[in-house]
């Protein structure tokens, strides 16, 4: 089984490859092929899989390459992780969004359209080459926006490519633990939503839906990382636990104003964190792993510090942070379903079929599936309230905008995407953030 990862010298393929040594059963993965554009950050982290494998005499083997084609002939998965503009475009995302007044946020509000905008036509090249060189591949994509990014690709891939995302799983196992779950992996989740805006308003175990036991127990409530940040009154004011991301929606204001006040935003403060890991490993001498795992425990122990501190929410607790960055598990048991035909469910970002009605069947929503050796099926899901459904179809209107800007090159039709996003609050401020979006990112002069 050959697996390639594209964004292959990206900070987080260690935890993918630490999936796959831990990897015992049949038809695992035997070689691994890194693409990435740049050659310094591949034999960086060439370095590290290095490492890592040292114990392990079975070790999937690695190669690496800067040539897409080559990378994808003759491969049974990709993996897709890329970040088109590096952090330094997600650094000024979230600083353009930001001194207009609104969200700047790597995959939310302006911050997430503008990423989306410079991000497709980069997929959209990338889709069109796997369906020519590798069309029986299985495409596993985590490039941000996820959602967006996915039904990009499913116009050319169909439902081989399939999106994921760690904060439902995340989400998921914290209020199975809250609740006193045996099997907190075990537990049945009633999720659905787009990625980054989801809603579990059950969840399952020993024969009985739990959460009710969850909305009355304010104690419970304010025990969990989600608790904390949205507070108890309003999960129970919500009858349901929403994604951690919600919180740039129901508390917005609160939200801006942290980011704002915060010495660096996250994108400045990873551009900065990564160049000196990037940077390290270019001595030779240097310990490649012991590196990166301080690097990335720094960078899990800091994750959504500005909304914490908004909420009075605390540092996260330990057991998040090891349930945390868990989408290399995802990643692996999709496919590990997939490729011996074992069938799981997961949370996964598919086309919509006929799950929530008041989108079409093509649109890219994130809902329970069963994954099999055929892919994965969305699973009927309790119906959304009215006020999600509202939020759902008005960020998913925003995507197609988004995904007819990036087609057509059209200006006004990138400024329409902005306008109508819930959290810009006017044609106006959406004209000055295309604007100012297209003087910090060459990557957008398309948009003529
Ligand atoms: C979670 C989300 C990802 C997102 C990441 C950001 O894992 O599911 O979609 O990219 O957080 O974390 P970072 O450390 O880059 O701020
Ligand atoms: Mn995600």
Known sequence: MRLTILGGGGFRVPLVYGALLADRGEGRVTGVTLHDLDAGRLSAIARVLAEQAADHPDAPTVTVTTDLDEALEGA??????????????????????????????????????????RTLPVVDHIARRVAALAPDAWFINFTNPAGLVTEAMSRHLGDRVIGICDSP?????????????????????DYVGLNHLGWLRGLHFDGRDQLPRLLADQELLGSFEE?????????????????????????????????????????AFLCQQQAGFYDTLRDPAAPALRTWDNTRAEREATYMAENREAAGAGERDEESLTESGGYEKVALALMRAIARDER????????????????????????????????????????????ATGLVCAVKAVEREVLEAAASGSRATAVKA???????????VARRLLDAYRRAHPGLAYLT
């Open 76 to 117: 049974d998965f990709v993996f897709s992780a890329i970040r088109v503009g590096g952090l330094e475009g997600r650094a000024a995302d979230e600083r353009v969004a930001l001194a207009e007044g609104v969200l700047g946020q790597e995959t939310v509000g302006a911050g997430g359209i503008a990423y989306g905008l």
């Open 169 to 189: 799983v995340g989400l998921g196992r914290r209020v199975a633990r809250a609740l006193g779950a045996e099997r907190p992996r075990d537990a049945w989740i």
């Open 227 to 267: 608790g904390k940040l949205f507070g108890p009154e309003w999960i129970q004011s919500l009858g349901a636990v929403p994604n951690e991301y919600l919180h740039y929606y129901y508390f917005n204001r609160e939200a801006v104003t942290a980011y704002r006040e915060a010495r660096q935003t996250r994108g």
């Open 344 to 387: 799981t469910t997961l949370i996964l970002n598919v086309r919509n079929r006929t799950t929530l009605s008041a989108l079409d069947e093509d649109a890219v929503i994130e809902v329970p599936c069963l994954v099999d050796g055929n892919g994965a099926h969305p699973v009927a899901v309790s119906p959304l309230p009215a006020h």
């Open 418 to 428: 902005f306008a109508l996003h819930p959290l810009v609050d006017s044609v106006e």
